[in-house]
């Protein structure tokens, strides 16, 4: 059994980036970016108003002003402003030459109908300066970043309607256990309903991935492998949930070796998640996770996004809080690494969720996010600063 730190480790050294591919900028949504975005042009291009009004000198704002022209947005002015002269001019218009102001609508009177005069001392310049934003050359965003509705705007200023994106890995997703059904079906006195897939496929195209679904298959060798063999075949990473612990009919480990797969690790000393297979073979990997739908969702947030990240060149995909626990926890053992899920209440204190185990599925319906007890710690007392990672 090795630390949370070691797997880590050894998921980040043997990460793969994947290729990439240009798509169109109404599809990009998501998309890991996989080029730096620089300016052609300066932002604003011109001079330009920023306020619906009269451009004019500021020399000559308590005379009467001379109407010469009137611009609007688009419109590329034709005349100077000369002394005691001014042109209307609408917001986002381009200031004309000997303008170096711009006075509001509501400042003015009309002395005639193409004369007006300021009613105040003095005003704000109410212009937006060439390239006080971005300047052409400048770098607005960098390789390795969501492409969100945050920074499209940044791509789209820049002309580039065909953004260099990582391809999205492919994700086999498998059910095993001869106790499981789908949804749809009524299960038996001995059997449960598949959770787990159904999490991990929302897991899965919410980073930004592509699964695909195997659906269950039962606790038999013959197939599990060929289960495997075919999405081995499909997929860049594959998740198995279930079959991975050390009971009679846990053939999840032997059966990755059958197919091809080195097994980097196959436990981790944290809880929940021990039971935790990971495996390469050559460009494919593999997490056998437990079947515990608490455990694979903690598993696939702490491991196969970190996976997953590296292969889309996905610099950074969580910002960690750090927050004060709102009231004290224990917990009876303390020789592994854990993981419990919390809320974030309205004054930002972290408070436990009710959490009866790994197999408790409704306790992650209010969570805000995961904290973690470090190993030989029983007790984290009300007011200790905790890291939480949000899972919202």
């Known amino acids: 059994m090795i630390t949370y730190e070691k797997a880590i480790e050894i998921v980040q050294s043997n990460i793969i980036q994947l290729g990439t591919e240009r798509v169109e900028l109404p599809k990009s949504l998501n998309r890991v970016l996989r080029e730096d975005i620089f300016s052609d042009m300066n932002m604003p291009p011109f001079n330009k108003s920023a306020m619906d009004g009269f451009a004019c000198r500021k020399e000559d704002i308590g005379n009467e002003l001379e109407i010469i022209e009137s611009i609007q947005a688009g419109y590329k002015p034709k005349k100077i402003v000369g002394k005691n002269q001014c042109s209307k001019i609408m917001t986002g218009a381009q200031i004309p030459e000997g303008a170096d102001c711009v006075i509001i609508f509501e400042d003015v009177e009309y002395i005639s109908e193409n004369k007006i005069k300021f009613l105040k001392e003095k005003t704000s310049n109410n212009i937006c300066y060439k390239g006080e934003d971005v300047i052409v050359g400048q770098k607005l965003l960098s390789s390795g970043i969501r492409i969100t509705e945050k920074v499209i705007s940044s791509i789209a200023m820049v002309?580039?309607?065909?953004?260099?994106?990582?391809?999205?890995?492919?994700?086999?997703?498998?059910?095993?256990?001869?106790?499981?059904?789908?949804?749809?079906?009524?299960?038996?006195?001995?059997?449960?309903?598949?959770?787990?897939?159904?999490?991990?496929?929302?897991?899965?195209?919410?980073?930004?991935?592509?699964?695909?679904?195997?659906?269950?298959?039962?606790?038999?060798?013959?197939?599990?492998?060929?289960?495997?063999?075919?999405?081995?075949?499909?997929?860049?990473?594959?998740?198995?949930?279930?079959?991975?612990?050390?009971?009679?009919?846990?053939?999840?480990?032997?059966?990755?070796?059958?197919?091809?797969?080195?097994?980097?690790?196959?436990?981790?000393?944290?809880?929940?998640?021990?039971?935790?297979?990971?495996?390469?073979?050559?460009?494919?990997?593999?997490?056998?996770?437990?079947?515990?739908?608490?455990?694979?969702?903690?598993?696939?947030?702490?491991?196969?996004?970190?996976?997953?990240?590296?292969?889309?060149?996905?610099?950074?995909?969580?910002?960690?809080?750090?927050?004060?626990?709102?009231?004290?926890?224990?917990?009876?053992?303390?020789?592994?690494?854990?993981?419990?899920?919390?809320?974030?209440?309205?004054?930002?204190?972290?408070?436990p969720v009710e959490y009866h185990g790994s197999a408790h599925i409704n306790s992650l319906v209010d969570a805000d996010g995961i904290i973690s007890i470090p190993i030989g710690v029983v007790e984290l007392k009300e007011g200790t600063k905790v890291n939480v990672r949000p899972i919202w």
Do not use: H
Not at 167 to 178: Q, R
Not at 220 to 238: F, G, M, P, T, Y
């Open 159 to 351: 002309g580039n309607w065909q953004p260099l994106v990582s391809i999205k890995p492919k994700v086999g997703i498998i059910s095993t256990g001869d106790e499981i059904v789908e949804p749809f079906a009524k299960p038996n006195e001995s059997q449960i309903r598949n959770t787990n897939a159904y999490q991990l496929l929302f897991q899965v195209e919410k980073f930004g991935c592509i699964p695909n679904y195997y659906g269950i298959v039962k606790d038999k060798q013959e197939e599990i492998l060929s289960a495997l063999k075919k999405a081995k075949e499909e997929n860049d990473l594959i998740i198995l949930t279930g079959g991975v612990s050390m009971g009679e009919f846990d053939l999840i480990p032997e059966s990755l070796k059958k197919v091809g797969f080195n097994l980097l690790f196959e436990k981790v000393q944290q809880q929940p998640g021990k039971p935790t297979v990971f495996g390469k073979d050559e460009s494919k990997f593999v997490f056998g996770m437990p079947g515990n739908p608490v455990s694979s969702f903690i598993m696939f947030e702490f491991f196969a996004k970190q996976l997953l990240a590296g292969m889309m060149g996905l610099k950074t995909f969580y910002k960690e809080l750090n927050l004060e626990l709102g009231q004290s926890y224990k917990r009876k053992r303390s020789e592994r690494l854990g993981r419990i899920p919390v809320q974030i209440n309205d004054k930002g204190k972290v408070i």
